[in-house]
Nanobody, 116 residues
Framework: QVRLVEFGGALVQPGDSLRLSCAAS????????LRWSRQAPGNQRELVAS????????HYVNFVKGRFTISRDNVKNMVFLQMNSLSSEDTAVYYC?????????WGQGTPVTVPA
């Protein structure tokens, strides 16, 4: 059973940093592109960042460039999202996800709250 478990979400203050983690199991982690997405209240889920199988290539959406860093550990089967300079606009539930064939698998999400 494919499993993605996110953790590390919290209530933080504007300008703070936070590191999210996602533990993965039961799929070929080392040959899979991993992604972080988020869903803010009342909004659709949106991609935040992705990382290639070997971790050498990363992609970020414009609103997190320079503030967020995605990384992975192919020994521990984990993917991370380092978030700096957080603002209220970053408030959302954050999900790690992976496309396996025609299906995208999602974790349960971890909430990040940054008050205005």
């Amino acid at each position: 059973q494919v499993r993605l478990v996110e953790f590390g979400g919290a209530l933080v203050q504007p300008g703070d940093s936070l590191r999210l983690s996602c533990a993965a199991s039961a799929f070929p982690f080392n040959t899979s592109v991993l992604r972080w997405s988020r869903q803010a209240p009342g909004n659709q889920r949106e991609l935040v960042a992705s990382i290639s199988e070997d971790g050498t290539l990363t992609h970020y959406v414009n609103f997190v460039k320079g503030r967020f860093t995605i990384s992975r550990d192919n020994v521990k089967n984990m993917v991370f999202l380092q978030m700096n300079s957080l603002s209220s606009e970053d408030t959302a539930v954050y999900y790690c996800n992976v496309r396996l064939g025609a299906t995208v698998r999602w974790g349960q999400g971890t909430p990040v709250t940054v008050p205005a």
